[in-house]
């Protein structure tokens, strides 16, 4: 293997580590709280990991992943906005 691909495949695997963190995050915080909970780092892992794998996948020319990482990223990138225009009505109501 070539070191361009090496390098390749190391891009590939720190996406899929991002990516796999977000389930460890939201178990940790699902085993505190006793509940099933979505902290809010569930999202920016989840973005985080998505953009490094589309960015693999358009490397390797994968439509179905590219279609895949896409469309997930955009739905990351909606929840992180409700959250915030959440926090901040909220902070807005208590003014």
């Known amino acids: 293997m070539v070191l361009s691909e090496k390098m390749w495949v190391g891009i590939g695997?720190?996406?899929?580590?991002?990516?796999?963190?977000?389930?460890?995050?939201?178990?940790?915080?699902?085993?505190?709280?006793?509940?099933?909970?979505?902290?809010e780092s569930f999202w920016y892992f989840s973005i985080f990991g998505?953009?490094?794998?589309?960015v693999y996948s358009l490397y390797r020319k994968d439509p179905v992943f590219i279609?895949?990482?896409?469309?997930?990223?955009?739905?990351?990138?909606?929840?992180?906005?409700?959250?915030h225009k959440e926090k901040k009505d909220v902070a807005n109501a208590s003014s």
Not at 67 to 83: C, D, E, K, S
Request: net charge positive; charged share 10%; proline share 2%.
């Open 13 to 39: 695997l720190a996406g899929q580590f991002f990516f796999t963190m977000r389930f460890v995050v939201q178990w940790i915080a699902t085993e505190r709280s006793r509940r099933s909970v979505i902290p």
């Open 50 to 54: 998505s953009l490094i794998l589309l």
């Open 67 to 83: 279609l895949g990482q896409a469309f997930g990223t955009t739905v990351y990138v909606r929840n992180l906005f409700f959250i």
